[in-house]
């Protein structure tokens, strides 16, 4: 079992599930999915880059000709959706179990 998942790596996942973005790109991606509620420093940022390229759970990608050379494209490999499934899956228990405690409202059905 994977040990719970820092609020930044999980977040840097989530952007990476259906696109993949440079370092900038990334922080502006979580600044806006969490109303503001997470802002990465670029230090921040590329520590945890750091580490999830060397778990595997994310790739750098060859940047394209038309972009600056210096910028760092990255893409979530099957490892790291795997990781950000299992922690969507843990949060989702939680969360249920403080529903169940009448802690949290159960959400309204469309």
Same mark, same amino acid.
């Given at each position: 079992?994977?040990?719970?998942?820092?609020?930044?790596?999980?977040?840097?996942?989530?952007?990476?599930?259906?696109?993949?973005?440079?370092?900038?790109?990334?922080?502006?991606?979580?600044?806006?999915?969490?109303?503001?509620?997470? +802002? *990465?420093?670029?230090? =921040?940022?590329?520590?945890?880059? &750091?580490? @999830? #390229?060397?778990?595997?759970?994310?790739?750098?990608?060859?940047?394209?000709?038309?972009?600056?050379?210096?910028?760092?494209?990255?893409?979530?490999?099957?490892?790291?959706?795997?990781?950000?499934?299992?922690?969507?899956? +843990? *949060?989702?228990?939680? =969360?249920?179990?403080?529903?169940? &405690?009448? @802690? #949290?409202?159960?959400?309204?059905?469309?």
């Amino acid at each position: 079992m994977t040990p719970p998942l820092s609020t930044q790596v999980f977040q840097i996942l989530l952007s990476l599930v259906d696109q993949d973005l440079h370092g900038y790109a990334l922080i502006r991606d979580i600044e806006t999915r969490t109303d503001g509620e997470l +802002r *990465l420093t670029a230090s =921040t940022l590329y520590d945890a880059i &750091k580490r @999830l #390229l060397d778990t595997g759970w994310i790739e750098e990608l060859a940047v394209p000709a038309d972009e600056d050379a210096r910028r760092r494209i990255y893409r979530l490999t099957r490892a790291g959706r795997s990781a950000a499934r299992a922690e969507a899956e +843990r *949060l989702a228990r939680l =969360t249920a179990q403080a529903q169940s &405690k009448n @802690l #949290l409202s159960q959400p309204r059905r469309a």
